[in-house]
């Protein structure tokens, strides 16, 4: 009997693993993975200041060449539970609609790709002509240092070597078939810090307001664009995000000011690359006039592409025979775990469709389920063919 991919997201829809709650979820794929023969290991990561989290890495054959499922079991909150028309942990499905928090976001993904394996064991003795894993994670859709990042260093440091990876994420934009993500751009927080001198409004020549400057150095930053894109990205982008002066007298010149800021960069530019161009532009607009200093926050989000090659062709061709879409190549959106694959091999991203993700109400076509399942498999039938 083929394994069943809606039975198995509905399962895992019932366990509520709001990050960094397990919730159940690792423990369901624990069972069925292990039911079919692959070697399980739950790893929990922690770090002072952080929630510890639970992972999970399970592997079946011992051989190349090796492809692995990588996704995340913990989803974000549901909000106002009362606003959704079906409660976000029950399964509901209503109209050929799968409903509940993480439907696409990504438990149902990854149930296909447990489905998809299943099956594809199942046709061949229940071994794998290489080696089949996941690399499940409890720490996505929070800050992330307790998930994939460790999790792959733990997976190098027990010597496991990967080939290629399918990262299962929303990636079709309205259809499932659409879409693939390449790659990933890179992101990064700074906050313009501009200093003045604090004194009565009506003596504006004692002072030395830091507005002013606040407001040149931001202009010069919005003025110009980063880059003009490269061959796989648009082109990179900077938004203020806040401005916070904090004064709430009316009769006051504030000692300080300060923006925030992010960026979300492309293969142009190294974070090292872009830091030193923002702080050419504003030391440019500063001239000797202003006195401003630019705090950039740690990140871990480098952008990157995965290169064209075999195996996203056989990819693309698996999702065009299912689907009879031919996917863009895309390298919009957020960031993902993708990031801390790609140090490790090639990864794609390819996933159900994600236009619900994170809303009230999120929900997949019981339709995609299937189809998603047969992509997989056309996917693990041509790798290990
Ligand atoms: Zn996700």
Redesign the pocket.
Known sequence: MAADPLALAAELLRCPSVTPAEGGALSVLERVLKGAGFTVHRATFAEPGTAPIENLYARIGSTAPHLAFAG?TDVVPPGDEATWHHPPFAAAIEGGMLYGRGAV??KGALACAVAASLDHLAARGGKPKGSISFLITGD??GIAVNGTVKLMQWAKERGETFDHCLLG??SNAAELGDTIKVGRRGSLNGTLIVAGKQGHVAYPERAENPVRGLVTLMSALMAEPLDQGSASFGPSNLEFTSIDIGNATVNLIPGESRARFNIRFNDCHSQASLRMLIETRARVAAGERVRWQIEWQPSNADSFVTSPGPFLDLVVGAIAEVTGRTPTLSTTGGT?DARFIKNYCPVLEFGLVGQTMHQVDERTAVADLTALTAVYRRILDRYFA
Do not use: K
């Open positions: 995340h976001d990504m996505e859709e994420e929303p993902s």
